[in-house]
């Protein structure tokens, strides 16, 4: 399998917060969905593939190339940023932008640009003080997709916006990646927008990776099963990942599903959502 993005081994530490040796493989030509509670670690991750910030050790690779501490103009431009904040100057319109990122990028786009104004439905002639966040937000994805990006990385970029201007970004997602040089890394606390897209997903828990694997095998590995709290305490303890009781009962998420029906065939699993995976981990539940 080709990778666009292979990290090993990442380390940074803040006074408060650690990520502790995030290592994950993004596939060329896939959709990653990046998730974790708030505070997990996932700018901190995104920086450090930037170049952002200064890690104390580990290694990244972009598209064969070591890119860990210093990345090359050429690099740099096949990166498609788009962060939850507009990082260009409020009182700026569309067309100053392109007049902007013509000369600062080779690889720029006009006609590209053009046709996602005009798709987005962003104004011309307004300044950006004057958008809307979902505007702002679409902008900010024009400006990314149109300098060409091999790599598209996107931070809570879609966060409080509306389900139609979600569903249309989500669109833009899906075709971006039609061509298999194409890829995206999506972080977002919206699970939902995640199991509609992505391939791939990578969860952060507390500055460590619990899983990286395909949306697939991560809702087929786990399951949640409800049962009395008397029935709860017979299961053996490295299926549970983390259980929440109530006076009687009890849900409990497991992981291994497949062993575990083997084992315990009477059971009734429920499917799981990405959500649920993250609120029993992240203190939904008692972990185990
Ligand atoms: N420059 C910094 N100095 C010290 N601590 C920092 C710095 N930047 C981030 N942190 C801490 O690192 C931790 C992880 O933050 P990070 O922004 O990576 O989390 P996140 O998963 O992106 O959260 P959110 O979903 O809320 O954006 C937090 O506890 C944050 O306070």
Same mark, same amino acid.
Request: glycine share 6%; net charge negative.
């Given at each position: ?10 380390? &940074?530490? %803040?006074?408060?917060?650690?990520? @502790? ?21 996932? $700018?901190?991750?995104?920086?450090s593939i930037l170049n952002l910030i200064n890690i104390d050790s580990g290694n990244i ?5 070591d890119i860990t501490r210093d990345m #090359? ?5 096949? !990166? ?24 600062? %990028? ?10 996602? =104004?005009? &798709? ?29 990006? &091999?790599?598209? !990385? ?11 201007? @979600? ?6 997602? *899906? ?7 194409? $890829? ?15 391939? %791939? =997903? ?9 899983? #990286?694997?395909? &949306?697939?095998?991560? *809702? ?7 049962? #009395? ?5 017979? %299961? ?5 990942? #983390? ?15 497949? @062993? ?29």
């Amino acid at each position: 399998m080709e990778y666009c993005l292979e990290i090993t081994n990442l380390n &940074k530490q %803040y006074t408060n917060f650690q990520l @502790r040796d995030i290592s994950f493989n993004l596939p060329k030509g896939t959709i990653m969905g990046f998730i974790g509670e708030n505070g997990a670690g996932k $700018t901190t991750t995104i920086k450090s593939i930037l170049n952002l910030i200064n890690i104390d050790s580990g290694n990244i690779v972009f598209d064969g190339n070591d890119i860990t501490r210093d990345m #090359s103009q050429q690099q740099k431009e096949a !990166i498609g940023v788009v962060l939850d904040e507009s990082c260009f100057h409020e009182m700026l319109r569309a067309k100053d932008i392109q007049k902007i990122m013509k000369n600062m %990028y080779k690889n720029w786009d006009t006609t590209m640009f053009e046709s996602y =104004i005009n &798709k987005f439905k962003i104004p011309t002639n307004k300044t950006i003080k004057e958008f809307s966040k979902g505007t702002k937000v679409k902008l900010n994805l024009a400006v990314a997709l149109s300098h060409k990006p &091999k790599l598209l !990385i996107l931070d809570e970029a879609t966060s409080g916006l509306d389900p139609v201007i @979600r569903n249309q970004i989500l669109d833009v997602f *899906l075709d971006f990646i039609q061509d298999e040089e194409h $890829t995206i890394l999506l972080s977002s606390h919206i699970t939902t927008d995640l199991e509609k897209i992505c391939d %791939y =997903i990578t969860f952060i828990h507390e500055g460590q990776i619990v899983f #990286s694997h395909t &949306k697939d095998e991560v *809702l087929e590995n786990y399951g949640i099963v409800r049962c #009395s709290n008397s029935n709860a305490i017979t %299961y053996d303890s490295s299926y549970v990942v #983390s259980m929440k009781k109530t006076q009687f009962n009890s849900s409990i998420l497991i992981k291994n599903k497949g @062993r575990f029906v083997k084992q315990y065939p009477t059971s009734i699993i429920e499917p799981v959502t990405l959500e649920e995976i993250m609120l029993f981990h992240s203190g939904g539940g008692q972990s185990c």
